[in-house]
């Protein structure tokens, strides 16, 4: 039996969708508020987390920050905010989907579902050079020639799943999924707006690229 927790402070929505999972054989528990959820996830780690953006004591995506700080569990944000700019700060803290309301009560299942059946990413190495970058996955480090260099959460997602692929072509569809999820197989423009950030941030020359490496619509490739 999957463990789910739901994040949400309209205790009408709580109801409905405990009710749903549980009728589906989940075991749910509730949270109203972000440190509730942070307390519970801490407390007895899910499986997979419903999350609400708009909570009254912390903002949903600093909740997914300080989840994806100890866990990997999936987690689907489930919000009345249906701007890009949402969007792509809840993508770029750690969420793997986004519905927004209102939704079908059948399709949020389906989504549940497919994280929950989603495999887990291959180990990527300890650690790995980009050019004059060293880069520390067990620390969660870049260190170039002038010192730290930051990546956001959704980058360091893309570099280890092509890290943990060393010279072996990654399907462009495969990315998309795994970071985003199946949703977004058709958006390919995700990928060149980070690709050519990871490029800028880890390549000595990001106009020719030696180490992430495309491979014009099909994938890309991490080159050692």
């Known amino acids: 039996m999957s463990h789910i927790l739901v994040v949400d402070d309209e205790p009408a929505l709580l109801r409905t969708l405990r009710i749903n999972l549980q009728a589906r054989h989940y075991s749910v528990l509730t949270a109203a508020t972000g440190q509730e ?18 909570l009254p004591d912390l903002d949903g995506v600093n909740v997914i920050v300080g989840i994806r700080s100890t866990l990997s569990v999936p987690i689907i944000v489930l919000t009345g905010r249906d701007g890009i700019e949402d969007k792509l700060r809840a993508f770029d803290a750690g969420a793997d989907d986004y519905v927004t309301k209102p939704f079908i009560v059948d399709e949020l299942m389906a989504r549940l579902r497919a994280v929950l059946r989603r495999p887990a990413a291959p180990a990527p190495p300890s650690a790995a050079r980009i050019g004059p970058n060293a880069v520390d996955l067990d620390a969660g480090t870049v260190t170039g020639p ?26 462009g569809r495969q990315i ?47 080159e050692p």
């Open 37 to 54: 959820a942070l307390d519970s996830a801490g407390q007895a780690p899910p499986d997979a987390i419903l999350l609400d953006l708009g």
């Open 146 to 171: 002038d010192g730290p260099v930051r990546l956001t959460p959704t980058e360091w997602r893309i570099l280890a799943l092509l890290l943990a692929n060393p010279g072996r072509l990654v399907p």
């Open 176 to 222: 998309l999924t795994e970071v985003w999820g199946p949703e977004a197989e058709s958006r390919g423009n995700y990928l060149r707006v980070y690709f050519s950030g990871l490029r800028r941030k880890l390549e000595p020359d990001p106009t020719r690229p030696r180490h992430l490496i495309t491979e014009p619509g099909i994938g890309y490739r991490y």
